[in-house]
């Protein structure tokens, strides 16, 4: 038995490579240009914290309320820890939990993923489901949820044969996890900028060429699957 067909759910190279284009021909590619912008005026990750952390958070719907208070904890994190890696992630939400009195894994990982190092995956609920439902019982059981993740992440380009980055791993899993979301309920709240290809998708599959791809067997997924969303 090969390692692709290890997998719970088959995940193919070309759909990653449908997800690059589709990211870059409707989205405007695989980053915000504000982030783009962001990363070139101020490539140290301890400057400009507090607009960076703005910018995460209103891009990407974070909801983090109390921004300037977490920003400056930020700030003085990366000012003083020696952490790195998935480590430096699980620090950053330990460290902004004590403000907001919640795990925020999605901001940190993003904000980590983003201006500290593009090797990071960026979390959210959507890409953690569907890495769940590619993996199966391979699933790591390390309690640490961004540890887990990004073992989860290593395990699934492995056995999949994958090479892409982490920014385009996170192109398809977003896209399928929220497309699959939308299938069960489509009033959910999921992102503006997806709704209306889907909802074309639906219509005239061949005018969303891309998205097709992208999703392989799951176009034609019932309305009846479960979520975690």
């Known amino acids: 038995m090969s390692e692709l067909q290890q997998l719970a759910k088959p995940l193919l190279s070309n759909q990653i490579d ?15 240009k504000d982030i783009v912008l962001l990363k070139k005026v101020f490539p140290k990750h301890q400057v ?30 990366l000012m003083t820890t020696h952490s790195s890696g998935p480590d430096l992630v699980e620090e950053m939400v330990v460290a902004i939990g004590q403000i907001t009195q919640q795990k925020n894994y999605s901001f940190a990982s993003k904000y980590a993923h983003f201006f500290i190092d593009s090797d990071l ?16 019982a391979m699933k790591s059981k390390n309690p640490k949820r961004y540890l887990k993740f990004t073992e989860d992440i290593e395990t699934l380009k492995r056995l999949a044969g ?3 980055s982490c920014a385009e ?15 069960v309920n489509s009033k959910l709240n999921i992102s503006g900028d997806l709704r209306h290809h889907f909802e074309r998708l639906e219509k005239d599959p061949e005018s969303e060429r891309n998205l097709q791809n992208l999703l392989g067997d799951d176009v034609q997924a019932p309305r009846n699957l479960t979520t975690v969303i």
């Open 169 to 183: 791993l996170d192109a398809y899993l977003w896209v399928a996890g929220e497309y699959l979301s939308w299938k």
């Open 48 to 77: 400009a914290v507090l607009v960076k952390a703005i910018v995460v958070n209103a891009l990407y719907r974070t909801f983090i309320f109390d921004i300037l208070k977490v920003a400056s904890c930020v700030e003085r994190m």
């Open 162 to 164: 994958l090479t892409c």
């Open 18 to 32: 449908a997800a690059i284009n589709f990211s870059k021909e409707e989205l405007g590619g695989l980053e915000y």
């Open 121 to 136: 995956p960026v979390l959210d609920t959507y890409a953690e489901w569907m890495v769940s439902k590619h993996l199966g």
